[in-house]
């Protein structure tokens, strides 16, 4: 065994030293993240002039997960949309790969962001669904999108065909979300999400820092996630180009170690 | 702390799911790395990483 | 480049003229969902009346993933794709000359379910300019992205299962535009359906405009 092989069978096949520092600081930053999260941010409690409290009490601690997914499975299909783009122009099999393993990460984000705000919308907008929403209906779309994205990925075809193919409905799905986007923006012509509230200064203090600091760890967690999916992709490839040539090697080899006196005839 | 459910359930729930993804991914290319020889596993090593269509 | 269009339209609108799939098949499958939509609102006379705009829009996106598989299926017989590689046409043409077909294919059925939906759900037509307006502009882009997304995916097996969900996403703007503008000119919502259809006809440019540059891509070698 050669020393690459060695370290690959020691870390596991996706594993490098880069992405265990960079897990390592993932996981770090989980714990700091709900330590801010869910003990040092204060719950949303505020008093009106007339003396009432309002605000979302606990529930806004949610926003410290929901606010990190949708920014992550957008900018992951940001990255799929220039992945597509440079495979149209450079015919690369590298960012065909990334524009996929990016894509089902947002796929995931997608999803993973509308069960989120479902689960806040219920106690503080009292409904789990808001069908007059731009965003909710927009990142709804994306997601539906996406799943259709990723079953043209798995089509039948040569590699040129398929990354062809896909890079055209991956740059098609950033084309569509935006034409959603602004036709919904003037059917529903409204949004009962709040604009940033951390521009505004609404939110100061440590639930601003707290909101910070999940969207860091989740672009963090992103980027270790697609070094992983990169690196299966790869693997996926060369074993849809190579798999039956590497195992009648490997049998070969095996016969040959196997039964050394009938190598002759294996040759 | 009020809202215990929606908290439990909209942070579990996500996390779980991350976590099963990322199992997921990990498990599937340790059953493909034991396919795939190892001087082909990594892009890097290839010398045809670069442009489609040339199998 | 436009008799290269109209060669490739009326190729598929010959082999419709023969076979009658969309007259036959897709049309009654659209008369169809009216039918069926009749049953599970209980046959309510004014629900129907006032949802007509919807109703009317969904059964022509459906039957339109319908119609689009047919204008595939014309390419995936044996030699077809080749034969249209080896013509020397140009993808544009033959993308604009396919969605030209499609688009009156479409247009076809979009006018049975017209009749359809004034027989059985008593639409009323308040605005016949806008409806017919609009009804042109949703029904070319319907054409357009389906000839795009048809494209996408030839011959493959996986296509019955894979275009509607690719599709019918897709058209949502459509949808949404379609039935304010319906809305508006069948006198069932208070809302001005001009820019609605402004937006059609947008969404019809843009896809028009997607197909010709992407048909390139996608015929020169899949």
């Known amino acids: 065994m050669t020393s690459t092989e060695t370290a690959v069978a020691q870390r596991g096949p996706t594993r490098s030293r880069a992405t265990t520092i960079l897990g390592g600081v993932v996981l770090i930053g989980v714990a700091v993240w709900l330590f801010l999260a869910f003990v040092a941010s204060g719950p949303d409690i505020r008093t009106t002039a007339e003396g009432n409290t309002i605000g979302q009490f606990d529930a806004v601690r949610l926003l410290y997960i929901h606010v990190p997914l949708v920014i992550t499975a957008y900018s992951a299909f940001v990255v799929t949309a220039i992945g597509s783009f440079m495979v149209l122009v450079k015919k690369s099999v590298w960012w065909d790969l990334v524009a996929g393993a990016s894509a089902e990460i947002g796929s995931l984000g997608a999803a993973l962001t509308l069960l989120t705000g479902s689960i806040w919308g219920r106690p503080i907008w009292n409904t789990w669904w808001e069908w007059g929403d731009v965003r909710i209906l927009t990142t709804l779309v994306l997601f539906m999108l996406s799943l259709g994205y990723l079953a043209v990925r798995r089509l039948e075809g040569t590699a040129e065909v398929r990354a062809k193919r896909s890079a055209v409905v991956g740059l098609l799905l950033v084309v569509n979300v935006a034409i959603v986007n602004k036709s919904v923006e003037w059917w529903a012509d409204q949004t009962l999400h709040q604009n940033s509230t951390i521009a505004e200064g609404a939110i100061a203090d440590l639930k601003a820092f707290t909101l910070f600091f999940s969207i860091v760890l989740g672009l963090a967690a992103y980027s270790w996630m697609m070094i992983h999916r990169f690196r299966l992709a790869w693997l996926e490839r060369q074993y849809d180009r190579f798999g039956i040539d590497d195992a009648i090697a490997a049998r070969r080899s095996e016969a040959d170690h196997a039964q050394p006196v009938t190598q002759g005839e294996s040759a | ?55 | 480049m436009l008799s290269e269009v109209l060669l490739i339209a009326g190729k598929d609108l010959r082999i419709e003229f023969r076979s009658r799939v969309a007259l036959n098949q897709v049309a009654p499958f659209a008369l169809l969902i009216l039918i069926l939509f009749g049953f599970a609102l209980d046959a309510d006379r004014a629900s129907l009346t006032t949802f007509t705009p919807g109703l009317y829009w969904v059964a022509i996106l459906l039957s339109s993933v319908l119609a689009v598989h047919r204008s595939v299926a014309v390419e995936a017989g044996e030699g077809a794709r080749e034969g249209l590689l080896l013509s020397g046409l140009r993808p544009a043409s033959v993308f604009l000359g396919k969605t030209v077909a499609l688009i009156a294919q479409i247009l076809v059925v979009a006018i049975v379910l017209l009749g359809g939906v004034v027989i059985f759900y008593e639409a009323t037509i308040d605005d016949g300019v806008l409806l017919v307006t609009s009804l042109v502009g949703a029904v070319l882009g319907v054409g357009a992205a389906g000839t795009l997304y048809g494209a996408l995916l030839g011959g493959q097996r996986a296509r019955e299962t894979i275009l509607p969900i690719l599709l019918l996403p897709v058209l949502a703007p459509v949808l949404i535009a379609a039935t304010r503008a319906f809305g508006d000119a069948m006198g069932t919502v208070a809302a001005d359906g001009w820019p609605w259809t402004s937006l059609l006809y947008a969404f019809a440019a843009l896809y028009l405009a997607l197909g010709v540059l992407a048909h390139g891509v996608l015929m020169e070698e899949s």
């Open chain 2, 1 to 55: 702390m009020t809202h215990v459910p929606y908290l439990v359930a909209g942070y579990g729930l996500s996390i779980a799911a991350i976590a099963l993804y990322a199992v997921s991914v990990m498990r599937r290319a340790k059953h493909l790395a034991a396919k795939v020889p190892a001087e082909r596993a990594r892009w890097m090593t290839g010398n045809d990483a670069d442009v489609i269509g040339e199998s």
